[in-house]
């Protein structure tokens, strides 16, 4: 017997996670869908193809106040934490590319100097980058590897009343693009955050061109040779690999989010075409195998939405720890591609086609499931938790 659809939940939000929210955060949801829908998935799979960041798309992000979402004053549309995850979500139910962008500019670009800038530069950059005129990166990760920041290479010696940097910084979203690159690099007194403009002599950045993941992201590597910045391009408030870190939590929160969205397109275009593909005289959804592998997907990723709600929740109260947030970013990483890579084997050859989502998606979360902390990482963070053992 079939329930009437009058009855039944949304595939895509069985436990109503939505119908939890504010008023603000339902019209902040419904706006970024509405910018997804209209002007990132028209045009998103040929952008991945073409390997192309959807530039023309940046003064749409900012008219909405995506940029810097989360912080106040300096023309940041200063939003709550749910609504940030919100965003993250929405934009990454389009592609994780897009929603990588408005990640780095927002926490791991806006927030250091928000956080740990001077008013100087508060003023000088937090503007620009809120409507879109500016564009950032964040230079952590090195050639040599990147899951252990503290043994970082790249160096800053203080000459006169500059700081001389140099080192080369590896996978840098945004990195080739970018106006403004905040550099992490070690010093006498150890890590610290260097605010370092494009076309600084000595600084240059090239685009990573050959690449199966984030095709609609630009990634780059930089490098840096005798490169001059005043002391005003320092950021004045932090000093240790604190500073990076506190970027990354704040980043990796929204990717906990994020993913769910490329897991809901997968599930959304898989259930329609399990429902309309006739194979055996019957819906494909009509097998209980299928049926069941679809009932593991929607239990993933409300599991993932519950997480997200509630880590939302402790980050609003100011009580989200990184361990939390390491947990989180870990299980919906994971439910993400392990939902992609399915739906995709679900949809058979038209798994591997462009006219549909899932590959595209399992693709992208390749990187995410490795970048802002690979999963391995995570779960040792949560081993340490629980050990207070150091395992790394
Ligand atoms: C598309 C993309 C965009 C990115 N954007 C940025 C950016 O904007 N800014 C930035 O700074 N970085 C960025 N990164 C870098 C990313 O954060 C790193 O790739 C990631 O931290 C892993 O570092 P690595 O690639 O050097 O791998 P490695 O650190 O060399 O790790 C290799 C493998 O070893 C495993 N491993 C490491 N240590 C241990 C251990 N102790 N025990 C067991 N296993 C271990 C890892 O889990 C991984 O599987 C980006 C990466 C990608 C792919």
């Known amino acids: 017997m079939s329930k009437s659809s009058a009855t039944r939940l949304n595939p895509l939000d069985l436990y109503d996670v939505r119908g939890q929210l504010s008023e603000e955060e339902r019209l902040v949801q419904d706006s970024v869908a509405r910018l997804v829908d209209k002007q990132v998935l028209p045009i998103i799979q ?72 001077s008013e100087e530069q508060k003023q000088r950059y937090l503007p620009r980058m809120a409507r879109g005129e500016l564009i950032g990166c964040f230079g952590l990760t ?48 150890g890590i610290r955050g260097f605010l370092v403009e494009k076309g600084t002599p000595g600084f240059e950045a090239s685009v990573i061109e050959r690449k199966f993941s984030l095709r609609a992201s630009v990634t780059s590597a930089l490098f840096l040779n005798e490169v001059r910045v005043p002391q005003a391009n320092v950021l004045p408030g932090v000093v240790g690999l604190k500073g990076p870190l506190s970027c990354l939590t704040q980043a990796r929160y929204g990717i906990a989010w ?37 009932a593991q997907m929607a239990r993933q990723i409300t599991t993932a939405q519950v997480l997200a709600l509630q880590l939302g929740r402790l980050k609003e109260a100011g009580q989200m720890t990184p361990a939390q947030v390491s947990l989180a970013k870990w299980n919906n990483c994971r439910m993400a591609l392990d939902i992609a ?21 399992m693709l992208n979360l390749e990187s995410v499931i490795t970048y802002e902390g690979t999963e391995t990482i995570h779960q040792l963070t949560i081993g340490r938790e629980l050990t207070g053992l150091n395992a790394f």
Request: negative net charge; proline residues 3%.
């Open 142 to 189: 090195e050639p040599h590897g990147g899951s252990d920041p503290a043994n970082m290479k790249t160096h800053a010696k203080r000459q006169g009343g500059d700081w001389v940097l140099n080192g080369a910084k590896m996978w840098i979203t945004n990195g080739a693009i970018a106006g403004v690159a905040v550099i992490w690099a070690m010093t006498e007194e």
């Open 341 to 361: 890579r399915d739906a995709r084997d679900l949809l058979g050859g038209a798994g591997i086609s462009a006219e549909y989502v899932p590959v595209r998606h």
């Open 46 to 117: 040929r952008c991945f193809e073409e390997h192309r960041f959807p530039q023309e798309l940046v003064p749409e992000l900012a008219a909405l106040g995506l940029l810097g979402s989360s912080l106040h004053g300096y023309e940041c549309a200063g939003l709550n934490a749910l609504c940030y995850g919100l965003i993250c979500q929405e934009l990454e139910r389009g592609d994780s590319g897009i929603r990588s962008f408005v990640s780095v500019q927002s926490s791991l670009c806006m927030y250091p100097i928000h956080t740990y800038g």
């Open 258 to 294: 994020g993913v769910i969205g490329a897991a809901q397109a997968c599930l959304g275009q898989l259930l329609d075409y399990s429902a309309t593909r006739t194979l055996f005289g019957r819906a494909l959804a009509q097998n209980q195998a299928v049926q069941i592998r679809l």
